[in-house]
């Protein structure tokens, strides 16, 4: 009897030792978008040490700049050019490489931007160069359909000679309840909101929201309650802070901060670049190309203003992107002129940055997406 009884514990240890094993094993996808004739490069991030595996090349369809994954298939959807073109490619996931599915061309100076909606019905572009945003219908396999949509922004704030004499959308991404596309224009110094009808792709212009004149509103981020939102300002190296109303989609003005000091903006070139909101929502993060750091922030909700904690050198040179895995461990940051993708491990009390001691070689490293834990 106490000889079944110990076999039974045994098979359970031995049970819970292979559980924690495969845990141990976990690993999540990475893709990187390098913008140029490198393609999309891959790798994979080890969430229990850190650990990077070498890259190799994915797909070398070029001007593979920024990526999204489509929700719930293994797609992913960038900007890329082909044919002499430039648009959106959607490429099909399988055993870590990627092949091309299909491709559509989005005029107007090729695309910068690129995002999903949250059902994966409609894919969306910012038009950098030419001032537009596209609208494309997906089919039922998340292959690209048709142009819904393609809405020029107009002439720029013109504070800035040159680089506001247009606009410049650089960012697209719908709003937690799928209902808005908000579209960040560094151009216009505005938030453009539009409308989205799912089914048919088409968008419908709302409102805009201003951001101070001349700060050039690159990116920004949702926090995962779906009432904040974090605008990262390019030209100014702020962040502005707004609350959100999900009933009526309008934005209100919290808070201002820098994410680099003027007295050390002023002393180099330097541009702010990419924003992101800890998956726990307690922390946001930024990144600072020609200072190539990284500022970390506490987010109060109580108040819905930022504490900042600390900037973090990036170990490369200019953070074009970077990303956080979903388990909220480890940062992932690109060193466009470094050829670089360094690993950080996050502390969870304060937000605060480590160096891992991780760093592998990528090409011209533009976009960093990583995948859902396997």
């Known amino acids: 009897m106490n000889f079944n009884r110990n076999r039974v514990w045994l098979f359970g240890f031995a049970a819970i030792l292979l559980s924690h094993s495969d845990l141990l094993a976990q690993k999540v996808d990475v893709w990187i978008g390098t913008g140029g004739k490198n393609g999309i490069q891959h790798t994979t991030l080890d969430i229990q040490t850190g650990e990077l595996t070498p890259v190799r090349t994915a797909i070398a369809i070029p001007g593979t700049s920024f990526l999204v994954m489509h929700p719930n298939k293994p797609i992913i959807y960038s900007t890329a050019g082909y044919q002499g073109e430039r648009g959106v490619a959607a490429l099909a996931i399988k055993n870590q490489k990627l092949t091309l599915t299909n491709f559509l061309p989005s005029g107007d100076g090729g695309a910068a931007g690129v995002s999903v909606d949250r059902s994966g019905k409609v894919v969306f572009t910012a038009q950098n160069n030419g001032g537009s945003v596209t609208s494309y219908r997906l089919k039922s396999d998340g292959s690209l359909d048709s142009v819904a949509s393609q809405i020029e922004h107009g002439e720029g704030s013109k504070v800035i000679p040159k680089r506001q004499d247009q606009s410049h959308p650089h960012w697209v991404g719908s709003s937690p309840d799928n209902r808005y596309l908000m579209v960040t224009d560094l151009g216009l110094d505005q938030v453009v909101i539009y409308e989205v009808d799912v089914e048919s792709g088409k968008l419908t212009r709302k409102s805009a929201v201003q951001t101070p004149p001349g700060s050039g509103p690159r990116h920004m981020k949702f926090h995962p309650n779906g009432n904040f939102i974090f605008v990262l300002n390019e030209f100014t190296m702020d962040i502005s802070v707004f609350g959100y109303s999900p009933e009526s989609g309008d934005l209100k003005e919290i808070q201002l901060i820098p994410t680099l000091p003027k007295s050390l903006r002023d002393k180099n070139p330097n541009s702010a670049a990419e924003i992101r909101v800890h998956p726990s929502g307690k922390f946001v993060?930024?990144?600072?190309?020609?200072?190539?750091?990284?500022?970390?922030?506490?987010?109060?909700?109580?108040?819905?203003?930022?504490?900042?904690?600390?900037?973090?050198?990036?170990?490369?040179?200019?953070?074009?992107?970077?990303?956080?895995?979903?388990?909220?461990?480890?940062?992932?940051?690109?060193?466009?002129?470094?050829?670089?993708?360094?690993?950080?491990?996050?502390?969870?009390?304060?937000?605060?940055?480590?160096?891992?001691?991780?760093?592998?070689?990528?090409?011209?490293?533009?976009?960093?997406?990583?995948?859902?834990?396997?």
């Open 285 to 374: 993060y930024a990144s600072n190309r020609g200072h190539d750091s990284v500022a970390v922030f506490e987010f109060d909700e109580s108040s819905g203003q930022l504490n900042f904690v600390e900037r973090e050198a990036v170990r490369g040179a200019n953070p074009r992107n970077f990303c956080l895995d979903p388990t909220g461990r480890w940062l992932l940051v690109g060193g466009r002129n470094s050829n670089t993708l360094t690993v950080f491990e996050i502390n969870p009390k304060d937000g605060s940055l480590t160096y891992h001691r991780k760093c592998i070689n990528v090409p011209t490293p533009m976009c960093v997406l990583i995948g859902s834990i396997k």
